[in-house]
Structures are given as structure tokens and as C-alpha cells.
């Protein structure tokens, strides 16, 4: 499994982003996919999940009502549709795949994609 992360830029606070996440290697539609991410010095944190068919979404409380998970499984592609960035939503995004549905732990990681939002 390879996963291949972009969209990510620089945008003003209150625009939008999307950011894209490939997968490559066998089985796509057997995992589900999860988006982390990480500002310098701190850890790298839990942001949005879905599951392998697409009815179930999670997201971290702080980006409930702005941000969006969806996958195309033809295309083998999870996005994150960004809305309303604030200056504390820069970071580096990090798509991730794993057989269960949850927000740690995940098995495959793909390269981070920076997300810089100004004020």
C-alpha cells in the first residue's frame, strides 16, 4: 500500500482547500482512510476518518462543520474539502489507511501535504 498526499498550499483565513489522497496497491475499498495532522514540535494528531464504503465519517471536534472526508473508491482517492481555514488549521496533512475504522494507529502513512493558513 502506497498512499500519495497533495492539495495542500497557502490560502487566507476563511478560504478553502482541497486536499487529495491516492492509493496504490491492491484493496483499496477493504480500508478505511483517516486524515492526521502535525505542526511542529507537536505530536501528530487525529483529523477525519472514514470507512471503506463511505456512510461513516469522523472528524475531530474542532473541524466539525467545516471540513469534509469523502473517498471515490473507482478512483481509489479519499479527499478533504477544507472550508473556512483558520490561522490554527496550519499544519502538515497526512493521509493514512488501516483495516478498521478509528482515529490512532493507523498501518499505512502517506507523505505529508503543508497546509499554511494566513491571517
Known amino acids: 500500500v502506497q498512499l500519495q498526499a497533495s492539495g495542500g498550499g497557502l490560502v487566507q483565513a476563511g478560504g478553502s482547500l482541497r486536499l487529495s489522497c491516492g492509493f496504490s496497491?491492491?484493496?483499496?475499498?477493504?480500508?478505511?482512510m483517516a486524515w492526521f495532522r502535525q505542526t511542529p514540535g507537536e505530536a501528530r494528531v487525529f483529523v477525519s476518518a472514514?470507512?471503506?464504503?463511505?456512510?461513516?465519517?469522523e472528524y475531530t471536534d474542532s473541524v466539525k462543520g467545516r471540513f469534509t472526508i469523502s473517498r471515490d473508491n473507482a478512483k481509489a482517492t479519499v479527499y478533504l474539502q477544507m472550508n473556512s481555514l483558520k490561522p490554527e488549521d496550519t499544519a502538515v496533512y497526512y493521509c493514512?489507511?488501516?483495516?478498521?475504522?478509528?482515529?490512532?494507529?493507523?498501518?499505512?502513512w502517506g507523505q505529508g501535504t503543508l497546509v499554511t493558513v494566513s491571517s
Open positions: 493514512a489507511a488501516d483495516r478498521l475504522l478509528r482515529r490512532r494507529e493507523y498501518d499505512f
Open positions: 496497491g491492491h484493496g483499496n475499498r477493504s480500508y478505511s
Open positions: 472514514i470507512s471503506t464504503g463511505g456512510s461513516n465519517t
